[in-house]
Nanobody, 121 residues
Framework: QVQLVESGGGLVQPGGSLRLSCAAS????????MGWYRQAPGKQRESVAI???????SYVDAVKGRFTISTDTAQKMVYLQMNSLEPEDTAVYYC???????????????WGQGTQVTVSS
């Protein structure tokens, strides 16, 4: 089993910044991808940013130029630096990882419990 624990959410004014962190622990042979998703009230969960084990990144158009995803591979951490936050960024943000638990295992999907980000004046 693998656990993902997020931190860093909160209330911020429009134009402000927040940094989300996610720590992965448990039975991990290799993390294939890590990413951040978000779900606003009444909306479907959407992918925000993904980083592959190669270091390649991708972002949803709405956050390009404002958000940056990064990892600390040794610590099994993923971060999301969010700048120039807008009220439309308000959502619960979830950490996600695709993990091989053993060398012979298939890839398994894991989710964190979510952290609330509220952008409001």
């Amino acid at each position: 089993q693998v656990q993902l624990v997020e931190s860093g959410g909160g209330l911020v004014q429009p134009g402000g910044s927040l940094r989300l962190s996610c720590a992965a622990s448990g039975s991990i042979f290799r993390i294939e991808t890590m990413g951040w998703y978000r779900q606003a009230p009444g909306k479907q969960r959407e992918s925000v940013a993904i980083i592959l084990s190669t270091g390649s990144t991708s972002y949803v158009d709405a956050v390009k130029g404002r958000f940056t995803i990064s990892t600390d591979t040794a610590q099994k951490m993923v971060y999301l630096q969010m700048n120039s936050l807008e009220p439309e960024d308000t959502a619960v943000y979830y950490c996600h990882a695709l993990v091989k638990e053993r060398i012979w295992s298939t890839v398994t999907s894991y989710w964190g419990q979510g952290t609330q980000v509220t952008v409001s004046s």
